[in-house]
């Protein structure tokens, strides 16, 4: 007789999946930024310090096409597959699902028959994108219970609305448009859920013609970058409310709700305050049935010599933090936040959503400070902390450099040599960077990291 079972990847618990072995393998975006007719890759390090390639690029997925610019990817199926409604409980973990932010392209790689040679097995045009979902530029990837859904930043016309769609589970094929009733929500960029209470949450960057050229400074100074967070019925598909931050908080981007589907808040990162240059992080609560959202972490400019300085910033002789990605582990302990300006990864304990405390910080890079890595301490490093990712036992933080093409050079006008590193958490709250974990991509820029098994933004959970 025929026993089906899930994926041994998968977990029904936050609590569960941190039991999880360690990851052996880490699969990273890396974008060519020249323009010389080279594509991008998806490259695979070896992170098991067991092995005597450890820390080094294994395998390396060549794309067919140049000028994809991989961002952000994610798996076609994970834990929310065990969730008691979940129609495809018997898919694997099996497949990288890769879109382009700028060409729009998706690409769908195998990872199982040789983990560090993922094998292209389906390529998603555009065109199809387009037709059925209306939308292209697509960002974010999270595998749902019932599909594989995707945000995009706009439409293909480069205008919005943003929004959401969805690929089916088995053929990869675009269902469509996600959204039955928008309500004002107009920008996109990141989305998650609450699987406990049938809520979407999505943030707002700007429209693919807001963000292609680099910085659009009339729609900055005049707040028209995105400032709120939506709420949505996830089951029904519709509205239910937009919280706004000010019009002063620019560019909300990413949205890590709490792991434990019982818990009902979430971190969202804030670029940018036309204020004061500072960062923030906001926290998304629900309190007596409606949802609210308070400023709870406030990292201000750093100041600088105008010199030192690129030239978008000398006249305001600060540096600013440039919040640009956080993660939460699946405790729900611990925040960590990427200030990709000022060089700094920061670790805070979240255990009171409200009254985050900082337990530990690395500096490496920063657009002044030029921190170098502790495996070759005479060298300066350029870029900074920007994706970050972090191992199902909260142990070990991995974290890359580069933002985004069009916007690296406004911050590092010298350029990036991108970089991978390695930093070990401590379970009681601390960070210090692994001396022997140091990758060098050389011309080539790292982006999104997703760990072999799972990682702390790859799953959702419906079991606490």
């Known amino acids: 007789m025929v026993v089906w079972r899930p994926d041994p990847t998968f977990y029904p618990s936050p609590r569960l999946a941190m039991q999880a072995p360690p990851e052996r393998l880490a699969y990273v975006a890396t974008i060519n930024p020249n323009g010389d007719g080279r594509p991008d890759a998806m490259s695979v390090v070896d992170v098991d310090p067991r092995s005597p390639t450890y820390g080094q690029v294994v395998g390396r997925t060549e794309l067919p096409y140049p000028g994809d610019e991989l961002h952000h990817f994610g798996w076609n199926a994970c834990s929310s597959a065990l969730c008691p409604y979940a129609p495809h409980p018997h898919v694997e973990r099996r497949y990288l699902v890769v879109p382009g932010l700028r060409s729009s392209r998706i690409y769908i790689l195998d990872t199982k028959l040789d983990p560090r040679n993922p094998r292209i097995v389906k390529v ?9 979902a209306g939308y292209s530029r697509p960002h974010t990837v999270h595998c749902g219970p019932d599909g594989i859904y995707l945000s995009a930043l706009g439409n293909p016309e480069g205008d919005g609305p943003g929004g959401i769609f969805i690929l089916d589970h088995d053929t990869f094929e675009v269902l469509g448009r996600w959204e039955v009733d928008r309500g004002p929500q107009f920008l996109a960029y990141d989305f998650w859920w609450h699987l406990g209470y049938d809520v979407m949450i999505t943030s707002e960057w700007g429209t693919p013609r807001m963000v292609e050229n680099g910085v659009d400074l009339n729609a900055l100074l005049n707040s028209r970058y995105g400032h709120h967070i939506h709420v949505w019925d996830l089951r029904r598909r519709r509205h239910v409310q937009a919280l706004d931050l000010g019009p002063e908080h620019q560019m909300v981007l990413e949205l890590r709700p709490a792991h434990d589907p019982t818990k009902a808040y979430g971190f969202a990162g804030v670029v940018l305050s036309l204020k004061d240059l500072s960062a923030s992080i906001w926290l998304w609560h629900r309190t007596n049935g409606t949802w609210d959202v308070q400023k709870v972490i406030e990292i201000p400019a750093e100041p600088a010599d105008p010199d030192r300085l690129p030239p978008a ?23 960590y936040v990427s200030c990709w300006g000022t060089g700094e990864l920061r670790q805070y304990d979240v255990s009171d959503p409200f009254r985050p405390k900082l337990t530990g910080t690395v500096q490496l890079g920063g657009i002044v400070r030029r921190a170098p890595h502790p495996k070759d301490p005479k060298r300066p490093l350029n870029g900074g902390p920007q994706m970050v990712e972090v191992s199902r036992d909260g142990r070990r933080v991995y974290v890359t450099n580069s933002l985004y093409i069009p916007w690296d050079p406004i911050f590092y006008p010298d350029g990036i040599r991108g970089w991978m590193v390695k930093l070990d958490a401590d379970p009681q709250g601390g960070l210090k ?14 982006h999104q990291v997703r760990l072999e098994g799972g990682d702390a933004s790859s799953d959702s959970y419906c079991y606490p």
């Open 124 to 132: 998603i045009e555009p065109q199809e994108v387009a037709q059925r």
């Open 313 to 335: 910033l000398k006249d305001f002789k600060a540096v600013p933090p440039l919040v640009t990605d956080i993660a939460l582990s699946l405790d729900d302990r611990f925040l």
């Open 433 to 446: 960077a692994d001396r022997d974990f140091f990758v060098d991509f050389g011309d080539y820029r790292p």
